[in-house]
């Protein structure tokens, strides 16, 4: 709290002792400080402006016993007056409340064009990533593979992921082992399974037997979920059905070409199957797991190191968005913002019955589910937890795992914590949450327990 | 001869006439419309409520061409350019592409040909490495690289290089050895002799290679812009496929094919030129 104390006080010193200057010796420093924790100045403008006026009167009196003579003999109120003649106080204050000085102002973020990735598209045309400084330009991609090349090879400086894949990147499984981070959800729910309309009347999952099915990749909360689903209607997912993996673009053509029976797909695919009458929406996913995370936001350990202000900004504004998104008045809006061609590329009316949840199921009913997706940027550890035991019951992983090392090391909830304070929202206590799959309780403590409790497993 | 080229343009028009017609009578009809309540019926496509065809007719085909060939240079940030654009862009890279393969095919093509060692020494390397589609080196390209714009520029140059290469080689193996007896007579030296000699007369099959690399550049380039997207008119098929708009898959394909052609009568040109008669 050294940074919040103020510097025009004449009996505090600066520098030497503890390291707020203030006590005799650190532990003192330490008790004085968790006393102090509530009394942190109470508006952010105040806040900043001690911090920057402290580092200007250190400038000024290198010597702290020059600068409490000064004090003491001209007063605090003249002190402040006098530098703020000659140093711009005021605006040194707003630069450090723009997070320091950006190491780099103009950002490559890559997207693949579907809802999950609404924050970081929104952010770009509804300003929020102006408003944090930053020049940012969205890059429509055109597959998980290619987005992830690309931001290996740094031609993005951060990208839409789903939100397995910077664990898989971690763990090197699909790609070389490299430290990766998403410090942020975008959204949850929001997917479903699709099926064509001649299946209208195989609504029973254990009828599916031969079918082939899509998922958007191999490293994703839809490949997951579907086989979730269909082990626990008692489907071996690789052996009595087939799923390969299929860019979203790709699903609607596949489907309408009798390629594929179905999908469990991000939208807009799902309700573009609808919409362009070749399918019908099965199950949201939202049914599956009400709350599941899906795509995230993700960038190297690199950057995050190499250009922390810059993280930290571009953070806050996909923070920022996804707080706006998460609110069901400012959906219909943002559908219209994501909808040209620049961005997602769709028809407004597919965008809207995704936001708003009021949709056309394919089968001549309206369906109502303000829930269908929602947006929560926060990284639970717990999710990363359940991830990584699906990765293992399915093989794509093999061994011992560290859990909740790898959770806590990929999925940053303590950054995101601090930036959802400083954007003015309430993070939650834990990091870390126990939630159910299918009525079945997943308790993230236990994890290897939860995996042997599945009878159908690759582990 | 003039009524030969005067009757073939006649039968030209008729045949696209007729494609146009039978598109156009295909792609209108309606299919049969379910019935559904008008609030369900609002937030469907117009397939479903009006039967329409997913097929757009070649009116509304037309219409978006003129559309995109009066606003060719529409920029409305990166994921969304005009195609005057978008083509620029991929001709851009198979320029360059196309250029590092013209200068490395074509010296390599004639120290080939002069060197009976080099062409034994090279032919199991070109065997195998010529018939590997240039798209199955984007992996490897994106990864060494570690950029998607070169790593299509070096498709390009990857899938061009080998027709050159190879009539280059052989155009400069089968100059005629009267030629070649008549240099060594006169005593011009080996530089002298490959470009006085052996360049001119050589020319018309390395211009042929040429020909060739140049169709199969812009065959590539569509491919490998829809892999890595970006820019491009690949990536502008990709976009719009992605948006399920088959009327501007349409139109890309058509100015695709014309593009194509202008490359092509280009070289065909350039092969007039050097032509000789024997």
């Given at each position: 709290m050294s940074m919040f104390s103020n510097p025009f006080d004449s009996k505090r010193r600066l520098r030497s002792g503890c390291p707020c200057g203030q006590h005799r010796s650190a532990a003192e420093h330490d008790h004085a400080l968790r006393l102090q924790a509530q009394e942190v100045p109470s508006s952010e403008d105040k806040r900043y402006e001690n911090v920057v006026a402290g580092a200007v009167m250190r400038a000024m009196f290198p010597q702290d016993a020059a600068r409490r003579a000064f004090l003491k003999s001209v007063g605090a109120a003249t002190a402040l007056a006098a530098i703020s003649q000659f140093f711009p106080l005021q605006t040194a204050t707003e630069v450090f409340a723009q997070g320091g000085p950006l190491e780099k102002k103009d950002l490559k973020v890559g997207f693949i064009p579907?809802?999950?990735?609404t924050p970081i598209i929104m952010a770009h045309p509804m300003g929020f990533y102006t408003k944090h400084g930053l020049n940012v330009e969205v890059i429509k991609t055109a597959g998980w593979a290619v987005i992830r090349d690309k931001t290996i090879n740094k031609e993005y400086d951060a990208a839409h992921m789903l939100s397995p894949m910077p664990l898989a990147i971690t763990l090197g499984a699909?790609?070389?082992?490299q430290p990766y981070t998403a410090p942020a959800i975008e959204n949850i729910n929001g997917q479903a399974i699709t099926l064509a309309i001649k299946h209208k009347d195989k609504r029973d999952p254990k009828s599916w037997k031969g079918f082939k099915f899509a998922v958007p990749f191999d490293y994703s909360m839809h490949n997951y979920l579907l086989r979730y689903y269909l082990a626990e209607h008692g489907l071996d997912p690789d052996t009595d059905v087939q799923i390969r993996a299929v860019p979203p673009p790709e699903m609607v053509a596949n489907l309408r070409a009798d390629n594929i029976d179905g999908f469990l797909g991000p939208d807009p695919m799902n309700q573009r199957a609808v919409y362009d009458n070749v399918g019908f929406i099965h199950v949201l996913s939202k049914e599956i797991w009400d709350g599941h995370p899906c795509c995230a936001f993700a960038a190297s350990q690199e950057f995050v190191k190499s250009s922390p202000n810059t993280y930290a900004a571009l953070l806050k504004s996909i923070i920022d968005a996804t707080a706006f998104a998460s609110k069901a008045e400012n959906r219909k809006q943002i559908a219209e913002a994501i909808a040209p061609a620049n961005y997602i590329n769709q028809p407004v009316t597919v965008l809207e019955q995704i936001l708003t949840g009021t949709y056309a199921d394919g089968l001549g009913t309206v369906k109502r589910d303000a829930k269908r997706v929602d947006f929560d940027p926060f990284p639970y550890e717990s999710f990363a937890v359940w991830i990584l035991t699906q990765m293992k019951r399915w093989g794509q992983i093999k061994g011992e795992v560290k859990y909740a090392d790898v959770a806590k090391q990929v999925f940053l909830a303590t950054d995101t914590t601090k930036l959802m304070k400083e954007v003015g929202l309430t993070p939650p206590v834990s990091t870390t949450k126990s939630f159910s799959v299918m009525g079945k309780t997943f308790d993230p403590s236990k994890p290897e327990e939860y995996l042997k409790s599945f009878k159908i497993s690759r582990a | 001869m003039r009524s030969l080229s005067l009757r073939a343009g006649i039968v030209s028009a008729l045949i696209l006439a007729t494609f146009l017609i039978a598109w156009h009578i295909a792609t209108s009809g309606t299919g049969a419309v379910q019935q559904m309540d008008p609030e369900y019926a609002k937030l469907m496509g117009q397939t479903a409520t009006q039967g329409k065809s997913a097929m757009p007719g070649p009116l509304q085909v037309g219409a978006t061409l003129w559309k995109h060939l009066t606003n060719p240079f529409y920029d409305n940030g990166p994921n969304d350019k005009g195609l005057g654009i978008q083509l620029a862009y991929s001709v851009g890279r198979v320029a360059l592409g196309y250029l590092l393969a013209v200068i490395v095919a074509i010296p390599l093509g004639f120290l080939i040909g002069m060197s009976q060692l080099m062409s034994r020494a090279l032919d199991p390397f070109i065997q195998v490495l010529k018939p590997i589609s240039p798209l199955a080196w984007m992996p490897l390209a994106l990864y060494t690289i570690k950029d998607s714009n070169y790593s299509a520029i070096f498709v390009i140059f990857i899938c061009s290089v080998w027709p050159m290469l190879i009539n280059t080689a052989f155009g400069v193996a089968s100059v005629r050895k009267e030629w070649l007896n008549v240099a060594r007579t006169l005593e011009v030296g080996a530089f002298k002799r490959a470009f006085t000699v052996i360049l001119p007369a050589a020319a018309p099959t390395i211009l042929t290679g040429m020909r060739i690399s140049i169709g199969i550049a812009w065959l590539v380039i569509v491919a490998a812009e829809m892999l890595v997207g970006g820019t491009g008119i690949g990536y502008f098929v990709w976009n719009e496929w992605n948006n399920l708009s088959i009327t501007n898959v349409i139109n890309a394909i058509l100015v695709i094919g014309i593009v194509g052609m202008i490359l092509d009568q280009l070289l065909a040109r350039a092969a007039k030129l050097v032509t000789y008669p024997e």
């Open positions: 579907i809802t999950c990735a699909g790609a070389n082992a | -």
